[in-house]
């Protein structure tokens, strides 16, 4: 059969047709996606057996590189596959992406149902993947070329240790799933997430106006329709073919459906021209006021919920947003039509809302009253925050011989915090730690310690996954001359965040001044923090400043070597290497370890000094 490339006439409906035969290649994506997930589950097993694995292949880690210029594997892997969809198209998207599989799977069970997805079609909410990539990924660096930041590469984090350091917890996750893989289909139709909120579809969709690799059509073409009707990314595929031999819409995920189940195999993969300039006409379908409507809902839902209770995530607001501005457009509808359905049920017939409509009122009411209530608890959280930024400084120097004085500015901020921020958590329905912790503090510098241990012990319990409130609390334990309480609340801190370096630091000093028995306990929670995390060098950094102190060379020598060798670029075991080189008579090689460091991090203050305390020394 000839694949000439041809125009063909859209589906006339004048053949009775009984429907598309089953995609043979939606078996076969389905099997693809599931080997999507198989693949993370051996990353994150290879997490479990060696506490060290490629960073999260996510293309959120891509921020990393726009915040702080820093490469890891989901920069890498990001770039990837835009430079894949550059030629083939929105592959990635249809047979890799984790989200997808979820709509997709939604959507066959919907069908399984006899409920069929429709596309909400809203002009408003088509911009938002736009401005969502433009906030996540372009953003951050125009703040920083506004501020005069140096944008050049500083550093690799291929490899981590923590692989759950970005993402939420195991509740909001699964709830993010729940809301952007099965509700936004339910509400905003077949791959609604992709549609109206994926930030990295934006991108893709860019890169797939260049791609020569298209669904192209040949003049087998019999304008029966079914590819139309079997694709799950609601392109009109009869009219785009018709009018351009291709497709050209980038909501094309390339899945291969409508290739499947043409009765004569008219569509094909294949590569081309490209659809830079071309653009079927979309059968939006709403007016500009509900337009005005689902945008004023979707942004007000969206700051609503953002960050709600130290809690929701960016991609999962952007989720929400979506499902309430769907609400919000059915209750006005319901107020002002005489006919409203959702998906197969019916709400209002001939102008009288049915039992159903009821239902979905009362739903609705609760849903919106949620969101005016966290829009209340996000203001006043605003407040608190704005006022905490005067206690700040204060914070600092707090358990510090060089305290900052508490004066009537700071009085008055620390008493707006405490009003503002106990508004935010009396009205909440779940507690919110960032808001305990500002309070806590703000009582602390009015000098309620009882009030500073009740809220911070609330923050406590409220992240457990978080050390910080129990670095504060032990602070505090510590400034009152409780230290077994203190080293068993920084003991704990390290426990659930070993990423706090400096807690381990504070904990081996205070163990340290009690005596060699506690010293002992400190280096055996050490070595239990290194069994887990075996590539951390600033942990094998304290290891060998603990064996110094009890006076054990070779094993500090050791494991100041090993902190080296994992992160060349970490000056205190170099300098602390370069010590004990001294101690030993080995001027020489002290002074090239610290010389090595320069050349390394070149100006480093503390490498610097080290090695002018070293010269002068050998000048004596």
């Not at 849903?367 to 914070?395: D, N």
């Not at 960032?434 to 602390?444: F, I, K, N, P, V």
């Amino acid at each position: 059969m000839s694949k000439k490339q041809q125009k063909c006439a859209p589906p006339s409906g004048t053949a009775p047709s009984a429907g598309p035969r089953p995609s043979k290649t939606s078996r076969i994506r389905a099997m693809v996606l599931i080997g999507v997930h198989l693949v993370v589950a051996v990353h994150l097993a290879h997490w479990f057996a060696t506490g060290r694995t490629l960073s999260l292949i996510e293309p959120s880690e891509a921020m990393e590189f726009s915040k702080h210029s820093v490469i890891n594997a989901g920069l890498v892997f990001f770039g990837a596959v835009i430079l894949s969809t550059l030629l083939l198209g929105r592959f990635f998207c249809g047979w890799a992406c984790h989200l997808v599989a979820l709509q997709d799977l939604c959507r066959w069970l919907m069908l399984k149902l006899g409920i069929t997805p429709r596309p909400l079609r809203s002009r408003s909410l088509a911009v938002v993947p736009f401005l969502a990539a433009g906030y996540m990924f372009f953003w951050p660096l125009a703040y920083r070329l506004w501020i005069g930041d140096d944008l050049s590469v500083r550093g690799q984090e291929l490899y981590v240790q923590d692989i759950w350091r970005t993402m939420p917890g195991l509740w909001v996750g699964l709830a993010t799933f729940l809301v952007c893989g099965f509700a936004c289909v339910w509400f905003l139709g077949s791959k609604g997430f992709c549609t109206y909120a994926c930030p990295y579809g934006a991108l893709f969709a860019v890169a797939d106006k260049f791609a020569p690799g298209r669904i192209r059509v040949t003049d087998a073409c019999e304008r029966c329709g079914h590819c139309t009707q079997t694709c799950s990314s609601n392109v009109n595929v009869a009219k785009e073919v018709h009018e351009f031999g291709m497709v050209v819409s980038t909501d094309c995920m390339k899945c291969l459906d409508c290739v499947s189940v043409c009765p004569t195999n008219a569509l094909y993969f294949g590569f081309g021209g490209i659809a830079v300039g071309k653009q079927a006409k979309r059968p939006w379908g709403k007016s500009w006021g509900e337009e005005a409507l689902l945008g004023l809902v979707f942004a007000w839902a969206f700051f609503a919920v953002r960050g709600l209770y130290d809690l929701v995530p960016f991609l999962f607001a952007l989720g929400i947003a979506g499902c309430v501005a769907f609400v919000a457009l059915r209750c006005m509808q319901l107020l002002t039509k005489p006919k409203v359905n959702l998906l197969n049920t019916p709400l209002k017939a001939s102008g009288k809302l049915q039992p159903k409509g009821h239902l979905f009122l009362v739903a609705s009411i609760l849903v919106l009253g949620w969101i005016a209530q966290s829009s209340w608890i996000q203001f006043q959280g605003m407040q608190s925050a704005r006022a905490f930024k005067v206690l700040a400084p204060v914070k600092q120097t707090w358990f510090t011989e060089n305290r900052m004085p508490v004066d009537d500015v700071v009085t008055d901020a620390a008493e707006k915090v405490l009003a503002s921020g106990g508004r935010a958590i009396e009205a909440g329905l779940l507690g919110d730690p960032r808001r305990l912790m500002e309070s806590a503090w703000a009582a602390l510098i009015l000098e309620d310690s009882e009030r500073f241990e009740d809220l911070m012990t609330r923050a406590q319990a409220a992240a457990p996954r978080a050390g910080t409130p129990s670095v504060d609390l032990g602070h505090q334990a510590w400034a009152s001359g409780d230290l077994d309480r203190a080293a068993e609340l920084l003991a704990h801190a390290v426990e659930i965040d070993p990423d706090l370096h400096q807690a381990w630091s504070e904990l081996a000093e205070l163990e340290a001044n009690r005596g060699r028995k506690h010293l002992d306990g400190v280096l055996k929670q050490v070595r239990r923090g290194l069994d887990q995390r075996p590539a951390d060098a600033r942990l094998h950094d304290l290891l060998g400043s603990l064996y110094a102190a009890q006076g054990n060379q070779a094993a500090a020598q050791a494991a100041l070597s090993r902190a080296l060798t994992l992160d060349p670029l970490l000056p205190p075991p170099r300098i602390k290497l370069a010590q004990i080189r001294v101690m030993q008579g080995q001027h020489r090689e002290a002074r090239r370890l610290l010389r090595e460091g320069l050349k390394l991090t070149p100006g480093e203050p503390a490498l610097k000094n080290a090695l002018a305390e070293l010269d002068a020394a050998g000048r004596q």
